[in-house]
């Protein structure tokens, strides 16, 4: 129940986090480079007629001034060697950095969510890790020179360690909150009581097998008995077919002691843990019963704002790590020297829309690994509680990305320019977006289709009227096409879009065409869990939606690599090679792809040593 704000919250989030690097790279045009003799233009060229095979320097000229030193030519490209050629602590500043924020972090992370008594020390690795880091790049910037004006990528690098420290200093908050309630309690002073406690912030519930995520931040009360416990104690008589079975007498006999342990708990330990051990929250205080209405009003309030926060924090810690990603494109832009002067806009549409599509490919994948399958996200049946469906939120971040990208098109234009013809080609794909999205979040919400069903239930009888009507299996899980509808159009239309050279043209046919499998592929997902909607909690792991995440994933990083400016370099360099760039592209997926599994799989290996797993028995 904790973790589904963090999880809800998370892909909108990553969109946020990525659509703020706009905002860095509009701050690197390098106005000297962007003035002086270039011709007036908006966004990058648009080629009228048939593509051209060879690069034409003429035409580059025209429109863009050469590009000036970077790093990476300083490092690698300078003849004779000089002494500001420092390649190793570049090195060593990315490969630390890229440890601490996609190993340490995200491990770290995990840990949390089973309350893990070692999180404080991969905390500290992680730390250490950035520290090394940061001082590896302060020492090259010291012993070379500044090659690309305006940069600031060292200044939200350091911004995002702020937040990182910050929410450490929550933690610590709530660890020194722990700490005083243990010792105004009276408990008697023991090692492992107190380092449970008052450190990890485990409770009498935790010590039962369950582990909520984020359990140091916020505690609430039971909501309803874990039936875990009886499985160890009770033989169920249909143990030889694998069926979990429940003894009612069993149930309310250990439900009756789970209460005793609870009321012996408070008496012991009034100022307990759970009350004590969140920033969010306040230490619970005895009252008379005439005011018991009052509290459970001040409790419930108190729960809503737990629940927000414990989301807020769960939500901006993840979303470091998407941060974290973002920052390293950036690391990337600046040390080769590119998105400068009439190169800027190429490089905002193409890189912030490919790291979208990237992680959408991930979460994606995730999905399939069973990330989500508390919420019913891993084409699964929730295994309680109601939550928005993941269709909902893909429609939700295709409609922000559609109305905050319909006014982005014009940066750059000056008032009372014509609207180009890239222009409106890239509005009306940001309006699609917009209008699409409204239509599938209007589809996933329950209010809206019992409206839709109000002619059906209107030409009822009136004998029947009162009576519950049966729904359809289909209405068990969600089937919402246009997600996969606007991302299959979106790469049809891009692997048309006209282009200067044809080495451009057949880059953006790449791209497109595996976002039209994607999108074909989520098609296939519905029709197949159509005929068979999911019936149980597990994960169903359709294989469509494996190879469609990875179709969109490496759609998502081609589309990186086919700015304007990385294809001009390819084309002087006799690099124009696609099956180069696909075959890239599809390496750095499958790492990709690899670390998820890897976090994904960590995180589901801490949570099923932490609490007994029932047995499973086949469907079929």
């Known amino acids: 129940m904790r973790s589904s704000w963090s999880t809800i919250g998370l892909p909108a989030a990553a969109l946020c986090v990525l659509a703020s690097i706009s905002v860095s790279y509009a701050s690197l045009v390098n106005d000297a480079s962007s003035s002086g003799g270039l011709a007036v233009r908006d966004d990058h060229h648009h080629h009228h007629g048939a593509p051209m095979t060879e690069l034409n320097e003429t035409e580059v000229t025209l429109h863009h001034a050469p590009i000036p030193p970077s790093y990476y030519t300083l490092d690698w490209e300078n003849d004779p060697a000089t002494d500001h050629q420092h390649p190793g602590l570049m090195f060593t500043h990315a490969v630390l950095m890229c440890l601490a924020f ?22 500290v690795m992680f730390y250490v890790l950035a520290a090394l880091g940061c001082a590896s790049s302060a020492l090259y910037r010291k012993l070379t020179p500044n090659m690309y004006e305006g940069s600031v ?63 140091g931040l916020v505690t609430e009360e039971p909501e309803e008995y874990e039936l ?32 005793n342990n609870v009321n012996r708990h408070h008496r012991e330990f009034s100022q307990s843990a759970a009350s004590d051990r969140t920033l969010f929250g306040e230490r619970s205080i005895h009252s008379d019963d005439g005011a018991m ?27 470091l790590v998407v941060a974290g990603f973002g920052q390293l494109i950036l690391g990337v832009v600046i040390y080769t020297g590119g998105c400068r002067g009439n190169y800027t806009n190429g490089c905002l549409a193409h890189l912030i829309k490919g790291a979208i599509f990237w992680c959408y490919g991930l979460l994606t994948f ?37 109305i905050t990208n319909t006014w982005m098109e014009r940066f750059g234009a000056h008032p009372g320019d014509p609207y180009t013809t890239k222009q409106i080609q890239h509005i009306g794909i940001a309006v699609m977006f917009w209008f699409a999205g409204l239509v599938g979040m209007a589809l996933e919400s329950k209010r809206v289709r019992k409206w839709m069903a109000g002619s059906t239930i209107a030409a009822l ?15 068990i899980a969600s089937y919402n096409p246009f997600p996969a509808l606007v991302i299959g159009v979106t ?8 282009q200067a050279y044809v080495f451009q043209v057949q880059i953006h046919m790449l791209w497109g065409n595996l976002l039209v499998a994607f999108s074909v592929l989520r098609c296939l997902t519905y029709f197949f869990l159509w005929l068979g909607p999911p019936r149980s909690m597990l994960p169903s792991r359709p294989p469509t939606e494996a190879l469609g995440s990875f179709f969109l994933a490496c759609g998502g990083l081609s589309f990186m690599f086919s700015t304007e400016e990385l294809t001009i370099a390819a084309m002087r360099r006799g690099r124009d090679d696609v099956m180069m760039f696909l075959n890239v592209a599809v390496a750095l997926t499958c790492l990709a792809f690899t670390w998820t599994v890897c976090v994904v799989g960590y995180k589901g290996y801490l949570k099923s040593r932490t ?7 086949s469907s079929a």
């Open 228 to 259: 875990d416990d009886p499985l160890k104690d009770v033989p169920s008589p249909t143990t030889s077919d694998r069926h979990v079975h429940y003894d009612e007498a069993t149930i309310h006999g250990d439900t009756a002691q789970w209460a």
């Open 153 to 215: 990528h060292g200044t939200q690098s350091y911004l995002l360690l702020l937040v990182a420290i910050v929410l450490t200093c929550v933690d610590l908050l709530a660890i020194f909150r722990r700490i005083l309630s243990f010792v105004r309690s009276g408990e008697r002073l023991a090692l492992k009581p107190f380092w449970n406690v008052a450190i990890l912030g485990r409770d009498s519930a935790w010590l039962k097998g369950s582990s909520p995520e984020y359990a």
């Open 102 to 123: 996609f190993v340490a972090l995200p491990v770290g992370i995990a840990m949390r969510s089973v309350n893990h008594s070692w999180h404080g020390a991969v905390t």
């Open 293 to 319: 209405d009052f509290k459970s009003k001040a409790h419930s309030k108190r729960s809503l704002l737990q629940q927000i926060g414990t989301g807020v924090f769960a939500t901006v810690e993840r979303s």
């Open 491 to 498: 790469g049809a239309a891009m692997a048309a879009h006209a």
């Open 461 to 475: 009888p009136p004998s029947v009227s009162g009576e519950a009507i049966a729904e359809p299996p289909s209405y």
């Open 366 to 402: 995730a999905r399939f690994l069973g990330a989500y399958s508390d919420l019913g996200w891993a084409w699964n049946r929730a295994p309680n509680g109601d939550y928005v469906s993941a269709e909902f939120v893909e429609s939700f971040v295709i409609f922000l990305y559609g």
């Open 611 to 617: 609490r007994s797993v029932p047995a499973f028995h």
